[in-house]
């Protein structure tokens, strides 16, 4: 990863680090190109896009009919005949429209054909709830994502994840899917002007603690920041790790945050039941159960679509409060 | 226009039309001024079709919507209160608030959903047309798609199952020229998304959107055709929306000119009916204004009821993710 200079770092929106992200690795590799639903004349729905058909032109920036098994099967065997496509899905709820592609095609590709395919394929979309868009524009599907061997998953939190999970996922030579947020959109944060890579697979401690570990998934992050901020005045100490990439997952980071606090918790806003906080659980038992001082919580939704109505949306979602409230139950105090 | 229809027939598709256009006015005006949340995708300037194809339709006929659907659900039966009250996300809303604008729908006038998933409604109104025949009623399904819709496998599956198994069913395909930004020139290789019909072995029948007259007549012959066994037709309205893809003013992304909005405006489908109703002396401009009247009022009502009513109560969120009897 390339230290970033001072010099060359503003504070700029996640929306804008996504453009910067694409724009450059479409430097980076002229075999790359961007495709998707309204990602030429409109820039993207999300604006995540504005400005780089002005700059790459109709062959590297190409709207497509609406067709999204097209749009990844396009993706597909353009990178099985040497093309780098970035396809974008919009919402990634769409990711119905087009899962064959994804989960028999794309993911098992290089595999059933005895290695002799490479696909590196980069798929952008948009994920989670909070703006009333109700239960097929809000969805938080990672899992889907996650249990196809093949595939590569990373969910960016910040604008310096964003770009950076971006040009590392056009860099990496297998598919991968890069989880965006709609309601982190408008955060701000600093971001080199150089491209730089996240490295896939990694954690990151957001925060270091003492008497919890809380990996957080996605935006859930920001939340659990929160909480920590909170708690602190009470003296409690949250540990809060970011796993960005959530397939490949960096079990190690987790486990050794666990063997330092003793406590561990797994936020996200998919839903709870088969989440990926059940399997990071049973990681974190299978190789820390001696040093588990209290069992593994986990917050998710509730086991319902997103609903549209904004109480209910609110109360669907974990959010910093519940955060605190749990960590509190899980070290009784 | 000696054959046309009734003058009874006329003013319950100008009073469709009317009670279109004003929800449609009003909703606009609540999603910019920040009284209810999400994305509404409005229906002014389609309304002729809605209305021309729904005058066929009993409750018992059912019809799939859109993203785009509060006009199909005013021009099915729907109320403006329950209505309004689903867009405010109160809990007396025809979804209980879970749905908003984007699922807006009453299945007990036989509205099987309004989609957030482009091209969601096809295969369902084909399920629907299966289940008619099936228990050999005469009730007919449609399903309503955009331009821009047609380009996802789902139609064309739907397309090819309807007429091989010669279902009870009409595709209304509303082109009214983009797919969100995107210009249909841009989007398929066709001017005329009833070309795809022949593909399938079904009718393709083209009229004008604006007029409707001309909806309410194809309509009726194809959906006379569907009662009488002979299978499904694609009839393609060409029309235009009048607001932005989102909202009223949208998001000001340059895409289409004024030059070509003024002109398809001019064409004002609620216009072009008043005006030949005047002419025929079946309603006086003083009486179609008077209609007009008459349901802004009732709108403001509704909006003034859906506004008062309480929201859902977060206990109550798991209760219809599975029938636990009743
Ligand atoms: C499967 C799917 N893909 C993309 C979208 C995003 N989207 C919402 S409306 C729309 C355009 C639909 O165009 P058309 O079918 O012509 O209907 P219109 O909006 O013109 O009424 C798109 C792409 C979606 N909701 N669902």
Redesign the interface.
């Known amino acids: 990863m390339a230290a970033a200079t001072d010099q060359a770092t503003r504070e700029i929106p996640y929306v804008k680090a996504i453009t910067e992200g694409v724009q450059q690795s479409l430097h980076e590799f002229p075999e790359a190109f961007l495709a998707g ?2 990602v030429a ?3 993207s ?1 999300f ?1 995540i896009y504005k400005g780089l058909l002005a700059e790459f032109g109709e062959k590297r920036i190409v ?8 749009i990844v099967g396009l993706g597909v065997g353009a990178a099985a005949t040497g093309l780098r496509p970035i396809l974008d899905i919009m919402f990634m ?2 990711l ?2 087009c899962m064959d592609e994804v989960a028999n095609q794309m993911a098992k590709m290089r595999f059933m054909f005895g290695g002799k395919a490479k696909l590196p394929v980069t798929v952008l979309m948009m994920g989670g709830a909070g ?7 809000s969805q938080s599907l990672e899992a889907w994502l996650c249990h196809l061997p093949g595939l590569k998953v990373m969910m960016p939190t910040t604008p310096y994840d964003a770009k950076g999970s971006i040009i590392a996922a056009v860099r990496e030579e297998n598919p991968i899917f890069v989880i965006l947020n709609k309601l982190s959109l408008g955060i701000t944060g600093p971001v080199p002007e150089e491209p730089y890579a996240i490295p896939i697979g990694e954690a990151i401690i957001r925060r270091e603690g003492s008497d919890i570990s809380v990996v957080a998934i996605g935006r859930m992050v920001h939340e659990a920041l929160t909480a920590a901020e909170e708690l602190a005045k009470d003296g409690i100490s949250l540990e809060v790790i970011d796993p960005r990439t959530v397939q490949p997952f960096d079990t190690a980071t987790v486990i050794a945050s666990v063997q330092k606090t003793h406590h561990a918790m797994i936020v996200h806003e998919a839903v709870r039941f088969a989440g990926i906080g059940g399997e990071i659980a049973a990681q974190i038992q299978e190789e820390a159960f001696d040093y588990l001082d209290a069992p593994v919580a986990r917050l998710g939704a ?4 997103v ?6 949306e609110k ?2 979602m974990p959010d910093a409060k519940r955060i605190a409230a749990t960590a509190r139950e899980t070290l009784g105090r | 226009m000696a054959d046309g229809p009734s003058n009874e027939v006329l003013l319950d598709i100008h009073e469709r039309m009317v009670r279109i256009r004003i929800f449609e006015e009003e909703a606009g005006k609540l999603m910019e001024n920040g009284k209810v949340p999400g994305a509404l995708h409005l229906y002014v300037g389609q309304e002729a079709v809605a209305a021309g194809v729904m005058a066929h339709l009993s409750d018992a006929d059912q019809i799939t919507s859109t993203h785009r659907g509060h006009g199909h659900v005013v021009a099915k039966g729907g109320q403006f209160k329950e209505m309004y009250a689903e867009l405010y996300g109160r809990v007396t809303g025809y979804c209980k608030g879970m749905g908003g604008s984007m699922h807006i729908s009453n299945f007990d006038i036989g509205i099987l959903g309004a989609n957030g998933i482009v091209c969601g409604g096809p295969p369902i109104a084909v399920g629907a047309a299966f289940s008619n025949k099936y228990r050999e009623t005469d009730q007919v399904a449609v399903t309503f798609f955009g331009d821009g819709a047609s380009n996802e496998g789902a139609f064309h599956e739907a397309a090819n199952m309807a007429a091989l198994y010669k279902l009870p069913c009409l595709f209304v395909c509303e082109n009214n020229g983009f797919g969100e930004y995107t210009s249909q020139k841009r989007h398929q290789a066709i001017r005329d998304v009833a070309d795809r019909a022949a593909g399938y072995g079904m009718p393709g029948v083209i009229v004008d959107g604006m007029d409707v007259i001309a909806v309410y007549e194809a309509a009726g012959e194809a959906i006379n055709r569907a009662r009488r066994g002979e299978g499904p037709t694609l009839l393609e309205c060409k029309t235009y929306r009048f607001y932005d893809h989102v909202g009223v003013r949208g998001m000001g992304i340059d895409y289409r000119s004024d030059d070509e909005v003024k002109e398809w405006k001019q064409r004002d489908p609620i216009k072009l009916l008043e005006d030949r109703l005047a002419e025929q002396d079946v309603l006086s401009n003083d009486d179609a204004a008077a209609v007009h009247e008459r349901v802004r009022s009732e709108a403001m009502e509704a909006i003034a009821w859906a506004d008062a009513s309480p929201y859902p109560a977060v206990e109550n969120l798991l209760d219809d993710v599975y029938y636990n009897g009743e």
């Open positions: 639903e309204d004349v409109a820039g729905v604006g709207d497509t009919p609406i067709s999204e098994a097209g709820d769409f119905g429209e703006m009333s868009m109700a239960a097929q524009h509730p086991f319902a679509p609903p549209y109505s904004p109480p209910l109360a669907y």
